[in-house]
T-cell receptor, first 113, second 116 residues
Framework: AQKITQTQPGMFVQEKEAVTLDCTYD???????LFWYKQPSSGEMIFLIY??????QNATEGRYSLNFQKARKSANLVISASQLGDSAMYFC??????????FGTGTSLTVIP | NAGVTQTPKFQVLKTGQSMTLQCAQD?????MYWYRQDPGMGLRLIYY???????DKGEVPNGYNVSRLNKREFSLRLESAAPSQTSVYFC???????????????FGSGTRLTVV
């Protein structure tokens, strides 16, 4: 069963603008973690941000923030002040109390100068 | 530097050939994973090892075998390579239990495999 859904295969944003990448998830576990990873063209997977299911506040890491709406089961990534180096694939992932991660199919972000 | 080391980075195989992808981590993680990444399909789990001495099938295990050699090393073997196994392969490791931010993956740099 699909656990993570990213509905935006590709996104474009103007440099210095903010962009939101969508992610919805499905789990019946009360305890879970949500993660975002960035994959630039060089191929490595880079951890960006984490949100725990019990966290009261939305996570922030520099220009990245996670808009966590638990009732809607959404965990959207917001990138503020986009830079050319933000052009990459972005993956949303979830880990519940088991030993597996569930990844979305990714969103390709292109930052336009 | 601490992390996950994968070898080789690139490989071209002929159909029917065998090879082993190596993965080693030095973060004392219990759990290790092998994923394949194909365009439009994200990352799909091939096999994982929750702890030393255990291995389990993931979503797409057919055509692969794994060995958890010790706590540090987790190898992936293709016994008879097929063109459908052309992909980018990632090894990852994590703490066994989900423990907040530390429950995230640390990924290797990937192996780009082409089967002709």
């Amino acid at each position: 069963a699909q656990k993570i859904t990213q509905t935006q295969p590709g996104m474009f944003v103007q440099e210095k603008e903010a962009v939101t990448l969508d992610c919805t998830y499905d789990t019946s576990d009360p305890s879970y973690g949500l993660f975002w990873y960035k994959q630039p063209s060089s191929g490595e997977m880079i951890f960006l941000i984490y949100q725990g299911s019990y966290d009261q506040q939305n996570a922030t890491e520099g220009r990245y923030s996670l808009n966590f709406q638990k009732a809607r089961k959404s965990a959207n990534l917001v990138i503020s002040a986009s830079q050319l180096g933000d052009s990459a694939m972005y993956f949303c992932a979830m880990r519940n109390t088991g030993n597996q991660f569930y990844f979305g199919t990714g969103t390709s972000l292109t930052v336009i100068p | 530097n601490a992390g996950v080391t994968q070898t080789p980075k690139f490989q071209v195989l002929k159909t029917g050939q065998s090879m082993t992808l190596q993965c080693a981590q030095d973060m004392n993680h219990n759990s290790m994973y092998w994923y394949r990444q194909d365009p439009g399909m994200g990352l799909r789990l091939i096999y994982y090892s929750a702890s030393e001495g255990t291995t389990d099938k993931g979503e797409v295990p057919n055509g692969y075998n794994v060995s958890r050699l010790n706590k540090r090393e987790f190898s992936l073997r293709l016994e008879s390579a097929a063109p459908s196994q052309t992909s980018v392969y990632f090894c990852a490791s994590s703490e066994r239990k989900w423990v907040g931010k530390k429950g995230g993956y640390t990924f290797g740099s990937g192996t780009r495999l082409t089967v002709v």
